[in-house]
C-alpha cells in the first residue's frame, strides 16, 4: 500500500469540527480526502459501497494517524441515503462534508442505458444537492463548518462521449460556486475542486498515456484553498489549459475534446472485446 504522508494540523478540526464525512471514500480522491482530513487533526467519516475497502482505509487511518475513523457502507444513490447518513452522524460533531463520489460512463450517448443515465444525475448531483441542504444550515447555525464538492475539470465544456458526466460535473461546479456565494460571511466556507487527469482507478479504466496528478496533490491544494475563493483547480498546468480552453470558440473545443474522447471510448471498447474473447 502506499504511504501517505501529511503533516499533522490540528487546528483545521477547531476551524471546523471534529468529524468530516467523505463520500467516495473507499479510493482515488476520496482516499486521499480521509488521510489529508485525518492529518488536519479532524476525524474521517467514510462513505461508499465496498465495504472491504472501507475497512481497508479506516486501519489505514488509525494506523498513521492515530485517529478515529467511522465508515458507513452506502448507495449514494439510494432514495433513503442521507437519511441513513443523518442517522449515521447521530450526536457527532460534523464539521465538514467532502462530495467526492461519482459515477462516470463513458460511452457514446445511444449505447447508455436509462438507468446509466439516472444513475449519474442520482450519484454526481442528487446525492450532493441532499447533503448541501441537510449540512449547510446546520453549519451555518454553528458558524462554522466546511462543505467541499468534487468537479471536474470536463465541466468547463460540454464533452462529446461524455455528455451526462461532463454536464453533471458543470452543476457540480455551479452549485458550489453558487453556495460559497450564498454562503460567505456566514463562517461557512464552500469550495469546489475541479481536478484534471488524476492517478486513481478512475484514470486507470480509461487507458489515457497521460500521467495525473497524485490524488494527495489534489486534496492538499484543495484543503488549503478552503476560505479563499470559490473554486480551485490543481495544478498550474490543469489551471493554464483551462483558461485558454474558456477562451476558445466552444465548437473548436467541443470538436477537439470529442475527438480525444471518441478515441478513448473506442480503445475501452477494443479492451472490453479483447477480454472477453480472451486475446
Ligand atoms: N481521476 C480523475 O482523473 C478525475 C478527474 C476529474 C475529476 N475527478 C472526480 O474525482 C472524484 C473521485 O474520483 P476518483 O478518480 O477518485 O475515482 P475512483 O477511484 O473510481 O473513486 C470513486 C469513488 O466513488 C465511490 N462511489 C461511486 N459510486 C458510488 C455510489 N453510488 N455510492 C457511494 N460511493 C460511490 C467509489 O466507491 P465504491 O465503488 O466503493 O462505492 C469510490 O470510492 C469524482 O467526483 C470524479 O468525478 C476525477
Not at 77 to 91: K, Q, T, Y
Not at 156 to 185: C, D, I, Q, R
Not at 195 to 214: F, N
Amino acid at each position: 500500500m502506499t504511504r501517505l504522508r501529511f503533516d499533522m494540523n490540528p487546528s483545521f478540526r477547531e476551524r471546523y469540527g471534529e468529524w468530516g464525512i467523505v463520500t467516495g471514500a473507499s479510493s482515488g480522491i476520496g482516499e486521499a480526502f480521509a488521510y489529508a482530513l485525518a492529518a488536519r487533526g479532524m476525524k474521517p467519516l467514510l462513505l461508499a459501497r465496498r465495504e472491504e475497502e472501507l475497512h481497508r482505509v479506516a486501519l489505514a487511518v488509525k494506523e498513521r494517524y492515530g485517529i478515529e475513523c467511522g465508515w458507513l457502507v452506502l448507495d449514494v444513490a439510494d432514495h433513503n441515503f442521507i437519511e441513513r447518513v443523518m442517522l449515521a452522524c447521530g450526536d457527532r460533531d460534523v464539521g465538514m462534508v467532502v462530495g467526492n463520489a461519482a459515477y462516470n460512463p463513458a460511452g457514446a450517448f445511444t449505447d447508455l442505458s436509462r438507468s446509466d443515465l439516472m444513475r449519474t444525475l442520482d450519484v454526481n448531483n442528487r446525492a450532493n444537492l441532499l447533503l448541501a441542504h441537510a449540512f449547510l444550515p446546520r453549519f451555518k447555525k454553528r458558524n462554522r463548518g466546511a462543505f467541499v464538492l468534487v468537479s471536474s475539470v470536463e465541466a468547463f465544456t460540454g464533452m462529446p462521449y461524455s455528455a451526462a458526466y461532463s454536464a453533471s460535473k458543470a452543476y457540480v461546479l455551479s452549485l458550489g460556486e453558487a453556495l460559497w456565494g450564498e454562503f460567505s460571511g456566514s463562517g461557512v466556507d464552500v469550495l469546489t475542486v475541479v481536478p484534471g487527469p488524476t492517478d486513481t482507478p478512475l484514470l486507470a479504466s480509461r487507458k489515457l498515456k497521460i500521467k495525473g496528478m497524485p490524488a494527495r496533490d489534489v486534496t492538499e491544494i484543495g484543503l488549503d484553498h478552503l476560505g479563499k475563493g470559490p473554486s480551485v483547480v490543481p495544478g498550474a498546468l490543469n489551471r493554464w489549459s483551462f483558461r485558454l480552453l474558456r477562451r476558445l470558440p466552444r465548437r473548436w473545443i467541443v470538436k477537439a475534446t470529442g475527438g480525444a474522447m471518441k478515441k478513448i471510448v473506442a480503445d475501452m471498447r477494443a479492451d472490453k472485446n479483447n477480454s472477453e474473447t480472451g486475446k
